[in-house]
């Protein structure tokens, strides 16, 4: 039996590493193959030749035991046979060496030519995958694109879109989840949110009609999961059994559950509108740059669980693959003269990339000089932060009439939500508003002098009840967003305090804001900040031209 030193440049072991291929009868000889295995062995023989040159050094070190010092420099021969010994193996690491890079060089070309379809028959095509599809499962929207390797990696998007009017607004869907009260999948994304709420409608209204709903259920026994991904924020070790609670606060779900079950609609919906087989694909599952060893095998588990074959599986971070974009599209815009010239970033560039999402914002530097290096770091202050703040205008202005609603009808607090995620990307352009609207929930009819509370409000002057709606006045919703950004700001200050950078890179879906992009550039003008377009699809498709180069 081969011990392990003997099976470790195995060449059929290694092509099925490379390839992907799990057994032992779909291994194909060809030229292709033939290129590959004449490097390996020739790895294989230089092994070899070391481990000759090594036994002779250790059958003079048996010699040299037991004789005094006095009698080994004397002994001419011996000395000999040890600098003979140790020239040999000097001559054959080099050998050694060499051989390596020129094997993998070799095989660099090899992938290269099999990845164009040249020189290889058809039997060969199955050991590569010709789609990559991305997966970004981020902690408010999630999306998923696809590209043929024949093709420009970003040439072709295509998301998960849900129904209703977020059809059209967004490029992703929400990351939600719906599950039966038998906790089996129901559904995901906007469609999650959007049957959750029907079924609070339909009960409601049965409930003044004095109709029972089906199954004599109430929508409470559903679970819906909202923004669950960070949960695995802040966790050092990340286990199977760890719950969370859903909507309601009362029921609560396994954490890897909800993740895989994420993933394996991504991926269904995915193979669906590319009409492939999970055969044909290569996988991408991006994960934030902060996440520890442990949440990332957390994530990979999920992914595995979810039925993404491991060996076609490749974890990217976040904002790394956002820098792959940034680089491929030349993106630094620099102006000259008051022209604006596009210029490509040179392989030294030092670049900050700060991933503006929903619940946590991610710093990531790239490129610093090894003494200036800096950790990715971070913190909650995303856009659902707003979100948040937004509500706790709702909460203080109503009191406990409010809270007692949010319970009773929480699928017309969920519209509100979606409707101010809605509007507030108004907030920084000039469009002449002077009012951010929001319609008023039907649940207000419950509550008495809802009108005269928010018009007479003294915290929150300026607010008034007009034909359904509710109109904030631009400077308190304003307000709202600066206290987030602030806390952006002050922790990238900080990090600029310690090394200076030649541009910052704003991406994800926080970042399209307008407000927090010129409050960006308002608060750091000596530093160049740039914002992709479709910043909220940098990961997505730097994720793509991941995995299309490796």
């Not at 290129?35 to 390996?40: F, N, P, R, S, T």
């Not at 792959?324 to 560039?349: D, H, I, W, Y």
């Not at 991610?362 to 856009?383: D, I, M, R, V, Y």
């Not at 709606?469 to 308190?476: I, Q």
Request: proline content about 3%; hydrophobic content about 35%; charged content about 25%.
């Amino acid at each position: 039996m081969a011990n392990d030193q003997d099976t470790l440049f195995s060449p059929r072991v290694c092509f099925r590493k490379i390839s992907g291929i799990s057994q032992e009868n779909e291994f194909q000889e060809s030229e292709y193959h033939t290129e590959i295995l004449k490097a390996i062995a020739c790895l294989d023989r230089k092994i070899r030749n070391v481990r000759q040159a090594l036994l002779k050094v250790n059958e003079c070190r048996k010699t040299y035991i037991g004789k005094s010092h006095q009698e080994m420099f004397e002994e001419n021969e011996f000395q000999e046979k040890v600098l003979e010994a140790f020239a040999c193996l000097d001559t054959e690491i080099g050998k050694l060496y060499k051989e390596v890079l020129e094997a993998f060089a070799c095989l660099d070309t090899e992938i290269r030519k099999f990845r164009q379809g040249g020189r290889m028959d058809q039997s060969d095509r199955r050991f590569e995958k010709p789609f990559v599809t991305a997966i970004d499962f981020g902690s408010t929207y999630s999306g998923y694109a696809f590209c043929n390797l024949a093709e420009k990696p970003t040439s072709k998007i295509q998301s998960s879109i849900g129904s209703g009017k977020e059809q059209t607004l967004h490029e992703k869907t929400a990351s939600s989840i719906l599950f039966n009260p038998d906790k089996s999948f129901n559904s995901f994304g906007f469609t999650a949110e959007e049957q959750y709420s029907k079924m609070w409608q339909d009960y409601v209204n049965g409930e003044f009609k004095n109709e029972k709903f089906p199954d004599n259920k109430t929508p409470s026994d559903w679970f819906l999961f909202r923004h669950f991904k960070t949960n695995l924020y802040g966790k050092k070790d990340c286990h199977n059994d760890m719950t969370i609670n859903d909507e309601t606060g009362k029921k609560s779900l396994p954490l890897k559950t909800i993740i895989r079950e994420s993933v394996r609609y991504l991926k269904e919906q995915a193979l669906k509108c590319c009409s492939l087989t999970g055969n044909d694909v290569r996988w991408v599952l991006t994960v934030p740059t902060i996440f520890s060893d442990s949440q990332k095998e957390f994530m990979r588990s999920a992914a595995i669980e979810a039925g993404i074959p491991s060996e076609s599986l490749m974890i990217a971070f976040e904002s790394e693959a956002a820098a792959l974009l940034t680089k491929e599209q030349e993106l630094c815009r620099v102006e000259k003269n008051g022209n604006a010239e596009l210029l490509p970033f040179t392989p030294k560039s030092i670049l900050m990339i700060i991933d503006l999402g929903g619940g946590f914002v991610e710093t990531t530097l790239l490129n610093a000089p090894n003494n200036q290096s800096l950790k990715t770091t971070g913190g909650f202050w995303g856009g659902n932060k707003v979100n948040v703040a937004f509500m706790q205008i709702w909460i203080d202005v109503l009191g406990d009439d409010f809270t007692r609603c949010m319970d009773s009808f929480p699928n017309e607090v969920l519209d509100l939500w979606q409707d101010f995620e809605v509007q507030k990307r108004s907030i920084g352009e000039s469009f002449g508003k002077d009012y951010l609207c929001v319609l008023v929930p039907e649940f207000c009819r419950e509550i008495s002098h809802f009108k005269e509370k928010f018009e007479n409000s003294a915290k929150y002057p300026g607010i008034n009840v007009n034909r359904g709606k509710v109109e904030f006045p631009h400077r308190l919703i304003e307000n709202l967003f600066m206290t987030t950004i602030q806390e952006i700001i002050c922790h990238v200050g900080g990090l600029l305090k310690e090394i200076s950078v030649d541009a910052i890179i704003l991406v994800g879906g926080f970042s399209e804001s307008k407000f927090v992009y010129q409050s960006m550039k308002d608060a750091f003008k000596n530093v160049l900040i740039l914002k992709p377009h479709e910043g909220s699809l940098s990961v997505l498709k730097g994720a793509l031209l991941y995995g299309s180069q490796c």
